[in-house]
């Protein structure tokens, strides 16, 4: 959050939800300007398949005491990865972390942007928090405040392990594709319970539509999603 006497915007709105990519933004600046700014939506596991309305609105804003302006052009800088931000965290396992700035509001005294941020399962949230407040500290940017609304813990589930053996195998035997599991940053319905994990029905080389207007599967995939859910099924309860 922001004070929003520290920035050059009367008013702001931009986009929909926070696992989304913004795609659009509207200012009302303090000098009479209104700004608008269009983008491409996309997941907010993935921000860099979309175009972030927000952050392309401040690339048009001028004002250098600006607080919103300072901390895009010096922290954001059009990243993905946090890493200009002081919050960049990776591992093997998972990759990069992922930032996606879904939504930006005003009130009377206060803006508000909205973070979703995919960390790797190495990393813990509070420290990444810790490192980030540090960097807007060292760039006269104290006046940032971070609140955490939500933690949710990640899904692991050990490749070699029983389950993801004989789903692996299910997949491979009716496509004929090898390649190991697919790491996300997305939540799915794997959250519900201990010891399942998120399987299909994305296959590869197709467009992820997913968050997108106009989300859709071809009915050749769907099928072939059946056949392989029925295969596994079968293997998990032999």
């Known amino acids: 959050s922001f004070p929003k006497d520290q920035t050059a915007c009367d008013s702001i709105q931009g986009g929909n939800a926070t696992n989304m990519v913004a795609?659009?933004?509207?200012?009302?600046?303090?000098?009479?300007?209104?700004?608008?700014a269009q983008g491409k939506s996309a997941h907010g596991s993935t921000p860099w398949d979309g175009d972030n309305a927000i952050v392309k609105l401040f690339k048009e804003v001028e004002e250098e005491d600006c607080l919103l302006t300072r901390f895009f052009q010096d922290c954001v800088k059009g990243e993905n990865n946090?890493?200009?931000?002081?919050?960049?965290?990776?591992?093997?396992?998972?990759?990069?972390?992922?930032?996606?700035?879904?939504?930006?509001?005003?009130?009377?005294?206060?803006?508000?942007?909205?973070?979703d941020i995919r960390y790797p399962i190495t990393g813990k949230i509070q420290d990444i928090?810790?490192?980030?407040?540090?960097?807007?500290?060292?760039?006269?940017?104290?006046?940032?405040?971070?609140?955490?609304?939500?933690?949710?813990?990640?899904?692991?589930?050990d490749q070699?392990?029983?389950?993801?053996?004989?789903?692996?195998?299910?997949?491979?035997?009716?496509?004929?594709?090898?390649?190991?599991?697919?790491?996300?940053?997305?939540?799915?319905?794997?959250?519900?319970?201990?010891?399942?994990?998120?399987?299909?029905?994305?296959?590869?080389g197709r467009e992820a539509t997913e968050h997108m207007p106009d989300e859709n599967i071809l009915i050749e995939d769907l099928v072939l999603a059946k056949e392989i859910y029925k295969s596994a099924i079968q293997k998990l309860v032999d």
């Open 23 to 36: 795609d659009s933004c509207k200012a009302q600046l303090k000098n009479g300007k209104t700004l608008k």
């Open 129 to 157: 928090i810790q490192n980030i407040e540090k960097v807007l500290e060292e760039k006269g940017l104290g006046a940032v405040k971070i609140d955490l609304i939500r933690d949710e813990a990640f899904v692991h589930l």
């Open 82 to 115: 946090g890493k200009s931000l002081g919050g960049y965290w990776s591992d093997e396992e998972s990759g990069e972390i992922s930032y996606n700035y879904g939504i930006i509001e005003s009130d009377q005294d206060q803006i508000r942007l909205y973070v």
């Open 160 to 204: 070699e392990g029983p389950v993801m053996t004989k789903l692996l195998e299910a997949y491979r035997e009716k496509t004929g594709d090898q390649s190991p599991a697919k790491v996300i940053g997305g939540g799915t319905y794997a959250r519900a319970m201990d010891g399942i994990v998120a399987f299909g029905p994305m296959l590869p």
